[in-house]
């Protein structure tokens, strides 16, 4: 069975500071999929970053970054620079593809227990 | 595009009373899945759909029944509402293709049940 732990539950910092939310995972497939979702107050789920298994190249985009290394079963997220606007549940989810009877592919996502995190001006 | 959309987004049941949750995607996905949030324990599926015509359970299935009415609709039955169902339910769509490299889940905006 897969699983994924997000140790931190809630992290609070001031503006303008880095900050990391921690991710790992546990599955015995070789190929998987690793994804980051955000989630606003308003409720809804915004899909942010998506990582194959087969590529550990790690990545920035704008404010954030993301660190993948299969060694440690970690994919971390950084948001540099914080921004109040940055105040939200923030989601790490694995997935296994999958074929059905009728050779659809077809991927179900296990969630971490999510990172409230409050960034405070 | 729409994207995913639910309905309705607010609902009170008394236990024991039925209703339906209707998701719909116009993004011409195969898969289609239902998920329930609740307070510290991130979402967990229900049920899904790899494509049309086919359903399976998930990890929460007990107490939800659902119908893969065509490709765009997917709906959840709740037979005989219990407070233990109150949470917000997410249903999703991708299109999980494996050359295409592009495998994650749109969601809907949710609906936030509450059973008295």
């Known amino acids: 069975a897969q699983k994924v732990t997000q140790a931190q539950t809630e992290i609070s910092v001031v503006e303008k500071e880095d900050v990391t939310l921690d991710c790992v995972y546990e599955t015995r497939d070789t190929t998987y999929y690793l994804f980051w979702y955000k989630q606003p107050p308003s409720g809804e789920l915004v899909f942010l970053i998506r990582r194959n298994s087969f590529d550990e190249q790690n990545e920035i985009s704008g404010r954030y970054s993301w660190n993948f290394q299969k060694s440690t079963s970690s994919f971390n997220f950084t948001i540099t620079a914080s921004q109040v606007v940055d105040s939200a549940v923030y989601f790490c989810?694995?997935?296994?593809?999958?074929?059905?009877?009728?050779?659809?592919?077809?991927?179900?996502?296990?969630f971490g227990q999510g990172t409230i995190l409050t960034v405070h001006p | 595009n729409a994207g995913v959309t639910q309905t309705p987004k607010f609902q009170v049941l008394k236990t024991g009373q039925s209703m339906t949750l209707q998701c719909a995607q116009d993004?011409?996905?195969?898969?289609m899945y239902w998920y329930r949030q609740d307070p510290g324990m991130g979402l967990r599926l229900i049920y899904y759909?790899?494509?049309?015509?086919?359903?399976d359970k998930g990890e929460v299935p007990n107490g939800y029944n659902v119908s893969r009415l065509n490709k765009r609709e997917f709906s959840l039955r709740l037979e005989s509402a219990a407070p233990s169902q109150t949470s917000v339910y997410f249903c999703?769509?991708?299109?999980?293709?494996?050359?295409?490299?592009?495998?994650?889940?749109?969601f809907g905006p949710g609906t936030r049940l509450t059973v008295t």
């Open positions: 993004m011409n996905h195969n898969s």
């Open positions: 759909s790899a494509s049309e015509g086919t359903t």
């Open positions: 989810a694995l997935s296994l593809l999958r074929l059905n009877a009728g050779g659809t592919s077809y991927g179900k996502l296990t």
């Open positions: 999703a769509s991708s299109e999980a293709l494996m050359w295409a490299n592009s495998y994650e889940q749109y």
